[in-house]
């Protein structure tokens, strides 16, 4: 019993034996301890590794631009670059055209989007011999350089560059309506001069409200003898017509790779993805389309586009932007007097593979959809066109005419203003007074100008209607020269859209373009609006604005309007809603004035000068905004010698004096203006 206690004693042979397991357990442990740190290793440490690879799946993405307009000159042989700033496409076209004349001389041109390169680069023109910078720059809005010429503006207010070695010409485009004409053209020309750079010919001035294009042309015959002189240069006295584009006409194609009317994206209508802008508009469906007047020979309408889940975000002021179709019945009628199969599917390729452009418009397509959503084929064509499709006219005396409707002389000049321009003759008019005339369809497209977006002043608020975007719009409808009916191509457009159609029966592609058009920033400033007929619509925005301000309890101003229509039992546009405003006490005086009633006409002006000192009480003690929205032409101008007289009047000062005073409420952002010709 006792011995149970006793350790018992190994042998040798035992102690030997426990070596070996000991051994062989600690070579376990080293053996599994290696073993992990290599599954670690290997497992886990290559995915460590290859973490940073994951970004190389983007490389399927085209590469990154080259911002050097200098460089590509250089590499194409470039020495004439001419940059646009076009809202419209027309200084766009003018650029294209100066572009392509630059072979006559001996010299090679490219036409270049200003937003597309890095112009601190025009400091480096000077490096290529026989260098030149063209500017066609049209002004936007009231003086305000177009979306795609922004940057340039802003980087030539900030820069120090020395430009000393550059060369320029400017061509501006704008429009004498207007409070600032030509802003754009002249401030690219003056600052060009200060930062050191040399004028070679003068600032040409377009003036959209006469006859811009024979201002253009005008301009450009006296430009290139100065080019020439300056660098000894001659013509070479090729006038031949050079296709910019080479047609490729596909007969086994993936229609899903066809463009259908897209303005960027292949399938963007399909697969809508934000954000919208020009290049990505959003389909919106129309809600309601209702007719505004209740007689009269004219159409004004009111549609609601719904932007529902688009994260479209707008304020009172902007614009909505829309782009139309054109009427399918001068598509085919174009189609049948050319003889072509408008379903075609085609490309049309630039010819010059370096440039940025490599269509005139989305490619593939039809000519159907070119024709219907890519190309104008009712504004009146401009001289160049012409020029090109005289060669296609099979009568002498056709080819002969459309020759000298092309040419800079004075009778040429004439007989285009009168046959093309006054009697508003497009290309199917052109095509069936000319019956020897039948160009390609294929080069017909490469001249016709892009169709183009139509601004709408948005008629509601965001802050009422966060999902909807409100249109007023009056149908254009007229008789030519000729005795054809001329149709607006929007307006005509969105007037056939029916609410809740299944299909694109309803559907409007659209995005906004923001605007400087604001209310005050305190919502106790009064606001004095001034907008006959459809210049209502921004205001409907303003005091939707105001009165749901006036629901949160702020304290809101007065909120005067001045609107006009022909008659009061006709066309008096919101009618009903300016009165329920009025009852609730948001728009606190309503002005109306009826042209054409009586005897005399009366329009807003006359209100205006009737309540004079109204409105110098408001304007000049209570610190008011004014707006005005509608025609430039006329009204605008109207109105805005109205104050001056009201001003000099009770403010007792000269002409001159108030004319001062005028300008400088629109410095301080007191007196706007939403207008168009």
Known sequence: MGGAGVEPTLSPPDTAAQQDWLLSMTDVFLLSLLTGLLTYWFFFRKKKEEVPDLPKMQTVAPPPRDSSFIEKMKKTGRNIVVFYGSQTGTAEEFANRLSKDAHRYGLRGMAADPEEYDLSDLSRLSEIDKSLAVFCMATYGEGDPTDNAQDFYDWLQEADADLSGLRFAVFGLGNKTYEHFNAMGKYVDKRLEELGAQRIFELGLGDDDGNLEEDFITWREQFWPAVCEHFGVEATGEESSIRQYELVVHTDVNMNRVYTGEMGRLKSYENQKPPFDAKNPFLAQVTENRKLNEGGERHLMHLELDISNSKIRYESGDHVAVYPANDSSLVNQIGEILGTDLD????????????????????????????????????????????????????????????????????????????????????????????????????????????????????????????????????????????????????????????????????????VRKSQFRLPFKPSTPVLMIGPGTGIAPFLGFIQERAWLKQQGKEVGETVLYYGCRHE?????????????????????????????????????????????????????????????????????????????????????????????????????????????
């Open 344 to 511: 075609t599917i085609m490309s049309l390729n630039n010819l010059d593979e370096e440039s940025n452009k490599k269509h005139p418009f989305p490619c593939p397509t039809s000519y159907r959809t070119a024709l219907t959503y890519y190309l104008d084929i009712t504004n009146p064509p401009r001289t160049n066109v012409l020029y090109e499709l005289a060669q296609y006219a099979a009568a002498a005396g056709e080819q002969e005419r459309l020759r000298r409707m092309a040419s800079s002389a004075a009778e040429g000049k004439a007989l285009y203003l009168s046959w093309v321009v006054e009697a508003r003759r497009n290309i199917l008019a052109i095509l069936q007074d000319m019956p020897s005339l039948r160009p390609p369809i294929d080069h017909l497209c490469e001249l016709l100008p892009r169709l183009q977006a139509r601004y709408y002043s948005i008629a509601s608020s965001s802050k009422v209607h966060p999902n909807a975007i409100h249109i007023c719009a009056v149908t254009v409808e007229y008789e030519t020269k000729t005795g054809r009916l001329n149709k607006g191509v929007a307006t005509s457009w969105l007037r056939g859209k029916v609410p809740a159609q299944h299909g694109s029966g309803s559907l409007v592609p659209m995005y």
């Open 569 to 677: 039992r006709e066309d008096y546009l919101y009618r009903q809603e300016l009165a329920r405003f009025q009852q609730q006490g948001v728009l606190t005086q309503l002005h109306v004035a009826f042209s054409r009633d009586q005897a005399e006409k009366v329009y807003v002006q006359h209100l205006l000068k009737k309540n004079k000192e109204n409105v110098w009480k408001l304007v000049n003690d209570g610190n008011a905004h004014i707006y005005v929205c509608g025609d430039a032409r006329n009204m605008a101008r109207d109105v805005q010698n109205t104050f001056y007289e009201i001003v000099a009047e009770l403010g007792n000062l000269s002409q001159p004096q108030a004319v001062d005073y005028v300008k400088k409420l629109m410095t301080k952002g007191r007196y706007s203006l939403d207008v168009w010709s």
